[in-house]
């Protein structure tokens, strides 16, 4: 899990099957289809999920302290909305197939007005980890970045010992750029931090072999 921020502010991979693009995202969020899960707007019905999902030690090691209550989390996609509406984030709910609620997340906030630089962080429960569904969400995800919002510059931040969220990063055509030292502070240690980036240019590059996005 990558640098994820759950509080007010902010292996293979297979193509993405389709993607559902609106072109006014500040009015809600485009719906984008997996072949084995959605990406959509959170709702507040996706709290006690995400609490339950998110919170788990093993998620939360590397991300910023999570709500620790269904309100925290309520709260947090009332932000999510107010955000979006501002033209400042977007934030996506993971949902498998045949279920109503998240179970992880996919968010981007801008670091440069227009989103011309913007960040990107991701979280998902333990229970669907190795089963694609990062690798076919990124990529769905990319595609909204760099198409929908216009992102020129695209940056991740993962703890050094996150050998999962690194290893993922490195798989989906991000760049090792350096090491932040000491940047971010976790159960009262700072700790250090690889800096990951992909540039439109990068993404125009690896679509060439993969092939066009179905929209």
Not at 85 to 111: K, R
Not at 134 to 145: H, I
Not at 149 to 154: K, S
Not at 170 to 185: P, V
Request: net charge neutral; proline share 4%; with cysteine.
């Amino acid at each position: 899990m990558v640098s994820t921020q759950l509080h007010s502010r902010a292996a293979t991979f297979t193509s993405p099957v389709a993607t559902t693009v609106e072109t006014d995202w500040r009015r809600s969020l485009p719906t984008l289809t997996g072949s084995s899960f959605t990406l959509r707007e959170l709702r507040s019905t996706d709290a006690a999920s995400l609490l339950a999902m998110l919170s788990a030690s093993e998620v939360a090691r590397f991300i910023s302290p999570p709500p620790t209550t269904i309100d925290g989390y309520e709260r947090f996609i009332a932000w999510t909305h107010r955000e979006r509406e501002a033209g400042n984030y977007a934030c996506f709910g993971i949902v498998p197939q045949g279920m109503t609620t998240a179970v992880g997340i996919f968010q981007i906030h801008q670091t440069e007005a227009g989103f011309a630089t913007a960040e990107w962080g991701f979280a998902l429960g333990s229970p669907y980890w190795g089963n694609g569904f990062f690798a076919e969400g990124a990529n769905l995800v990319l595609d909204f970045a760099f198409d929908v919002l216009g992102v020129h510059r695209l940056e991740a931040r993962a703890a050094v010992q996150n050998g999962r969220g690194n290893g993922a990063l490195r798989k989906i055509g991000a760049l090792q750029e350096g090491i932040l030292r000491r940047s971010f502070l976790r159960n009262g240690e700072y700790l250090d931090q690889v800096l990951w980036a992909i540039i439109d240019s990068d993404r125009r590059h690896t679509r060439a072999y993969d092939g066009p996005s179905i929209h």
